[in-house]
């Protein structure tokens, strides 16, 4: 598999003479299984262009905070919470300045202030500058932030100088993005996720079940973000047509009742549980033996209440995981969902619209809004695949503050 299958990278290109290697950079990165969007500083468009960096990228470049077209494409927030990494390639003395302090005066600062994804440096710059002191001082203080430096190497520079301060070489630069990501990915390490996923069944008689629209496909797609972040998923699915993710412990399940016998067998060895399923609410009472026939020109079936799995899960005393619930919804999406997670003891709940066209039920894209008892955070239309990885990174940032 390409090291960097399905991740999110925003490329920022600062100015730089090395900004020439940009679309070089792009498209190693890209062949590596990365997606990649560009953001430019004003002075990097001195030494690249924009277009050069969409046709190799398949995305447009954004440069502007202020473009409310761009804006509304893909605004600064949304990036940030999209990336999975964020590097600043070349960066220059004046943005490492600019980062070290905070500032987000142009869309790069401001993405990279705005972002929950790791931050990698590769600076660029004079030797003279790179020794300087106070250059010195900003890149100590972005490293004990967190961010990672990706050189600088050593070598002729384009000022005739020699020394330190040159842009990494483009696969040094790739080694450098791989090995930050797969550090990353143990940020869920330890961890154990149990997640229900999809409808469940509920039989009528022999031939004939009652059931629901759920596709499965936002619960399958936040055991493959978990796992991705380096989390033992448990997957206790209803019948779906989806092919359980690798390295998941797949569980698969028919009815409202056995999903319920198994997240709570699970639930207390797991760190997070997140209840994606959409499990009936009631199951038929007595389920005929024989295929019922059609004697009758019309017939009743009695149906029994099912128990709610998630908030079992949540009234566990002991073991008790940080216990996530989704809620569907047709109307008043806020109070139903506030409603749910205070009635159900929920840590967070994930409330869509499903009357929504082109999002909810069996569709590829969604929008979430998550609710805990005292904020809330927004999600907008995207994959659920990057729903999904934006979502676990609010659950596990959630359930850290909480231990
Ligand atoms: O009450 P409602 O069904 O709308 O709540 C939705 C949330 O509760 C979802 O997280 C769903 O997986 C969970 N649920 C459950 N067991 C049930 C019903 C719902 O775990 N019997």
Same mark, same amino acid.
């Given at each position: ?13 600062? +100015? ?23 953001? !430019? ?6 030494? !690249? ?22 804006? =509304?494409?893909? +605004? ?17 003395? %004046?943005?490492?300045?600019? =980062? ?7 869309? #790069?600062?401001?993405?990279? #202030? ?13 030797? @003279? ?11 100590? $203080? ?30 040094? =630069? ?5 090995? !930050? ?53 448990? =997957? ?20 409202? /009742? ?12 797991? %760190? ?17 033996? @024989? ?14 209440? %099912?128990?709610?799995? !998630?908030?079992?899960?949540?009234? #566990? ?23 749910? #997670? ?16 082109? @999002? ?19 999600? /907008? ?5 990057? *729903?999904?990885?934006? *979502? ?6 959630? /359930?850290?503050?909480? $231990?």
């Amino acid at each position: 598999m390409q090291a960097l299958h399905n991740k999110n990278i925003v490329l920022g290109i600062t +100015g730089g003479i090395a900004a020439y290697k940009g679309p070089e950079l792009v498209r190693r990165l890209k062949e590596q299984g990365a997606n990649v969007r560009v953001v !430019v500083t004003e002075s990097a468009k001195a030494f !690249v262009t924009p277009l050069s960096l969409q046709a190799v990228s398949a995305n447009p470049v954004s440069d502007d905070l202020l473009d409310p077209q761009a804006e =509304l494409a893909m +605004g600064h927030i949304e990036l940030a919470k999209w990336a999975d990494l964020v590097v600043v390639a070349p960066a220059t003395a %004046n943005t490492i300045a600019k =980062l070290a302090h905070g500032m987000a005066d142009d869309l #790069l600062t401001t993405i990279a #202030l705005a972002t929950a994804a790791p931050l990698a440096i590769a600076p660029a710059m004079n030797q @003279q500058m790179w020794h300087n002191p106070m250059t010195q001082k900003n890149v100590a $203080a972005l490293t004990a932030y967190g961010a990672t430096l990706l050189g600088p190497g050593s070598g002729e520079q384009a000022c005739g100088d020699v020394g330190l301060g040159r842009m990494l070489d483009v696969p040094e =630069l790739v080694s450098g993005v791989i090995e !930050v990501l797969s550090t990353n990915q143990q940020l869920l390490a330890g961890q154990h996720w149990v997640i229900t996923a999809g409808p469940t069944q509920e039989p009528i008689d022999p031939v004939r079940y009652i059931s629901n629209h759920s596709s499965g496909k936002m619960g399958y797609a936040v055991a493959q973000a978990a796992l991705e972040a380096g989390a033992k998923v448990t =997957l206790i699915s209803g019948p779906t047509k989806l092919a359980p993710p690798q390295g998941a412990d797949f569980i698969p399940v028919i009815t409202a /009742a056995e999903m319920h016998q198994q997240a709570l067998s699970h639930a207390t060895s797991a %760190n997070i549980f997140v209840a994606c399923a959409a499990v009936a609410d009631y199951r038929v009472a007595q389920v005929a033996d @024989q295929k019922i026939k059609k004697h009758e020109d019309a017939m009743q079936i009695s149906m029994v209440k %099912n128990p709610d799995i !998630v908030a079992d899960v949540a009234g #566990l005393t002991q073991g008790r995981p940080f216990t996530v619930g989704f809620a569907a919804e047709t109307q008043d999406v806020e109070q139903y969902a506030r409603g749910k #997670l205070q009635r159900k003891n929920l840590d967070l709940i994930a409330a869509n619209n499903v009357s929504l066209s082109g @999002q909810g039920f069996n569709s590829d894209d969604n929008a979430l809004t998550v609710f805990s008892a005292d904020d809330r955070t927004e999600l /907008a239309l995207t994959s659920k695949s990057q *729903l999904a990885k934006e *979502l676990v990174a609010i659950i596990s940032s959630k /359930a850290e503050r909480k $231990a």
